[in-house]
């Protein structure tokens, strides 16, 4: 078990099992819930396995699985409906190392993992009801897609735990996000210390807290914001319209002219 992420060997993979594989460079995660059968049940925007509807998808698409990957017969990625698919386990690693999501960490754990997006202090279900999560939001779908709202692992850790993050009418938001986020306002609200010390040193261990501090905070196993909220309910306010998560508008890159 690692500082990073706790990787695994196949032959221990359990049903219901949260699993994600970094992509290059360690950029982001891609997570998943293993429903047994070699399958791994995930979410996507349309197939792609991230997005923001901004620039940003640059460099987040370039970290992903090349575009020209020849996915099994099976695993064939589709382009549109609702983003929760179904792939075999060697898609859905796309050649990548497969690590599984820890949950009921203490809080020493939790803050010891250099990065967020790699387990909870919230506490799991019973596997079956993991997997019956999974599959009903395969044939339903988890909302749209949103790279900070309501994501991949958003997606795995619902089916764990039933536990959904509820701001007014919105559902959000993973570790992974906060991750993302939390370094650079854990920068920026360091930077007042510059009053009271020049110390590198001290500046480093003040953002550093901040950010430990944040990830803490917005575990979804500590927020006060959270409910539990069975699949089929889940899926019922969603197509009503009780929950939403609004998809960003897909980016439009204007690529130079080779002429």
Not at 87 to 97: I, Q
Not at 123 to 142: S, T, Y
Request: net charge neutral.
């Amino acid at each position: 078990m690692g500082l990073l992420s706790n990787r695994i060997d196949r032959s221990s993979l359990k049903l219901g099992d949260h699993i994600y594989s970094w992509r290059t460079a360690y950029i982001y995660a891609h997570h998943g819930i293993f429903v047994g059968d070699d399958r791994v049940i995930h979410f996507t925007r349309r197939g792609q396995e991230v997005g923001t509807g901004t620039v940003l998808d640059l460099i987040l698409v370039s970290s992903g699985p090349s575009l020209n990957h020849t996915h099994c017969p099976t695993c064939v990625p589709p382009n549109e409906g609702h983003g929760v698919v179904s792939s075999c386990l060697n898609c859905f690693l796309a050649g990548g190392v497969l690590y599984r999501f820890e949950y009921s960490v203490n809080a020493a754990h939790f803050l010891a993992k250099a990065r967020g997006g790699t387990c909870t202090l919230a506490v799991a279900d019973p596997n079956e009801i993991v997997v019956h999560r999974a599959k009903h939001l395969l044939q339903n779908g988890f909302g749209c897609y949103d790279v900070f709202k309501n994501n991949c692992e958003d997606f795995a850790i619902y089916c764990k735990t039933g536990l959904l993050v509820l701001e007014g009418r919105t559902m959000g938001q993973s570790g992974q996000a906060v991750s993302i986020i939390g370094g650079p306002i854990a920068a920026v609200l360091s930077t007042p210390m510059r009053l009271v010390t020049t110390n590198v040193y001290g500046m480093a261990a003040t953002a550093i807290g901040v950010y430990c501090a944040s990830r803490y905070a917005t575990d979804i196993g500590m927020r006060a914001d959270v409910a539990k909220v069975e699949a089929e309910d889940l899926t019922r306010r969603l197509s009503s319209g009780l929950f939403q998560v609004l998809e960003p508008p897909l980016a439009v890159i204007a690529l130079p002219s080779t002429s």
